[in-house]
């Protein structure tokens, strides 16, 4: 017998699992509409040359690639990809759809692939959920970004969270103030690291990339104005910065500032934005401000990032479009629902289960299911007939609330017996009836039987 194994950081959703994913990701799209997005789905693979070259080094090794067919594949050559993120096939959109009326306000909810290692809340495919505005500079799209977080968040029942603001501006403003302004992207690639590392860590990673000690010390004496990260409200953090950046931060600071006039006028609670002037987000297409949401117990990591990204689509397009987007990471808020709230709760796929008693009691029985699916009910039928205890235990154990059976008795008088799992109230009843005692002002029951 064939040892049974599922590919590493690969899953099964059985149903359970499966109704909780949907109604969190039903929650999310219509936070997402409510917000003005459209819909938009792109292919799960993409050309190679498509992908790579906008993530950074380290994101271009998580590609997963996939070998040419005929000979080329027997070399080992590669010519698509599984695609990384929403993203980069948004701005491909963009790019070969040069009619679409801007700005483009699209969401996107599907599955992306990455070679990564797996871990707690780490898998190598998972659902991302993003929403874009693409062709608008303003800083009231970024938040827009700010404000669609925090409503879809807060509509799931998530309230202990909080978003993490920074400028790519400032980061580079940071690199010079190091006296490494022709290495910003060894520096942001060093930052970017903190939360994992340590200050120890991220002075290593500089010194691997040949800066000197004192390149450190000049960061932390800049990044030390506004504490530990997330330690002040992004206002505060952002004055309390400021004075120590190079007058090339201070414009990427104003920004900031009016991102976050916009996002209170929008109604993300004050407070809930925090100044983290390490924030990197290590993928190469940002521009300009980034943000990412921590939940702040239990703690998974980032459950949502994003950030502008001004120049990706001009790499298609032979010209820049400004363009911002956020992604919420389902499968980390999940783990945090699954945790905070636990995993059960989900209404089950069915209201209904019908059965019949005797083969003779079948087509009776279906003529019921029918009656009910076709007036709007979600119906299960056994399929085979069954004693009325096995259908009971049947309806028990897939946690369906009624169970309506036919029997010879119901067969022969044109009824149908419908019991109620919660309390035991049960009916006989004509099938024109049986829609009226589903619901909660349901007539008395009959007499127990």
């Given amino acids: 017998m064939q040892k049974v194994l599922l590919a590493r950081g690969m899953r099964d959703f059985l149903p359970d699992a499966m109704r909780r994913r949907r109604r969190v990701i039903e929650t999310v799209r219509e936070v997402f509409e409510r ?164 200050r120890g860590g991220v002075e290593a990673e500089l010194a691997a990339r040949g800066l000197p000690p004192e390149a450190a010390g000049r960061l932390w004496s800049v990044l030390d104005r506004a504490g530990p990260p997330g330690a002040l409200p992004a206002l505060e953090g952002l004055s309390a910065v400021n004075a120590g950046l190079p007058e090339t931060g201070r414009t990427a600071v104003d920004t900031l500032r009016r991102v976050l006039a916009h996002a209170a006028d929008l109604g993300v609670p004050a407070g809930r934005i925090r100044f983290d002037p390490t924030l990197a987000r290590g993928l190469d297409y940002y521009t300009g401000a980034v943000f990412e949401t921590m939940v702040v117990a239990p703690h998974v990591g980032s459950i949502s990032g994003g950030g ?89 154990q897939r946690r369906v609330p009624f169970a309506a059976v036919v029997g010879p008795d119901e067969a022969a008088a044109g009824t149908t017996f419908l019991r109620r799992l919660a309390d035991g109230a049960q009916w006989i009843l004509p099938a024109a009836d049986l829609l009226a005692h589903l619901g909660e002002d349901a007539p008395e029951p009959g007499p127990p039987g």
């Fill in 308 to 396: 502008r990204y001004d120049r990706l689509v001009g790499v298609f397009l032979g010209r820049d479009i400004p363009a911002v987007g956020v992604s919420l990471g389902l499968e980390r808020i999940l783990a945090v629902l699954e945790e905070t709230q636990g995993a059960g709760g989900e209404r089950p796929a069915a209201r209904v289960l019908v059965a019949a008693l005797d083969e003779a009691c079948l087509p009776a029985a279906l003529r019921a299911a029918a009656f009910l699916r076709a007036a709007g009910e979600a119906v299960v039928i056994a399929p085979d007939p069954l004693p009325m205890r096995k259908v009971l235990r049947q309806a028990d």
């Fill in 35 to 198: 917000f003005g997005f459209e819909p938009l789905e792109t292919p799960a693979l993409e050309r190679l040359e498509t992908l790579e070259g906008k993530y950074g080094e380290e994101g271009d090794r998580l590609i997963y690639r996939v070998l040419k067919r005929g000979e080329g594949g027997e070399e080992g050559e590669s010519d698509l990809g599984l695609r990384y993120d929403l993203t980069v096939p948004l701005a491909r959109v963009v790019a070969m759809n040069p009619d679409l009326p801007l700005p483009l306000r699209r969401w996107q909810i599907q599955p992306v692939w990455r070679a990564d290692r797996p871990q707690r809340g780490r898998f190598r495919e998972f659902l991302q959920c993003d929403v874009d505005v693409v062709g608008s500079p303003s800083p009231v799209a970024d938040a827009e970004c700010l404000a669609v977080v925090d409503a879809a968040l807060t509509a799931l029942g998530l309230g202990a969270f909080e978003v993490r603001l920074n400028h790519r501006g400032i980061l580079r403003a940071l690199a010079e103030a190091a006296g490494a302004g022709d290495r910003e992207t060894d520096v942001l690639v060093a930052l970017d690291k903190l939360d994992k590392v340590g």
